[in-house]
């Protein structure tokens, strides 16, 4: 899975940290995911779009 979450969080000027206190995780949480190394709860993933002010499948894309 890919994600959008370092493009989205450049637009905000946000870091990693603040995002990851945000939703309550880690740092390397948001590292893992951004990665995409990490597939994310469906809870994590409404959390982060929401803190992006984003729709899920516009930061996360499902592929085949």
């Known amino acids: 899975m890919k994600t959008k979450i370092k493009e ?3 637009r905000f000027g ?3 940290d603040d995002l990851a ?3 309550g995780v880690r740092r390397e949480t ?3 995911l951004e ?3 990490y ?3 469906l809870k994590l993933a409404h959390d ?3 803190a992006l002010k984003s729709k ?3 930061v996360f894309v499902f592929e085949d």
């Open 8 to 10: 989205l969080r450049a």
């Open 14 to 16: 946000m870091t990693q």
């Open 21 to 23: 206190r945000i939703v």
């Open 30 to 32: 948001i590292v893992f």
């Open 35 to 37: 990665k995409g190394k």
């Open 39 to 41: 597939n994310p709860s």
């Open 48 to 50: 982060i779009s929401k």
């Open 56 to 58: 899920i499948d516009e």
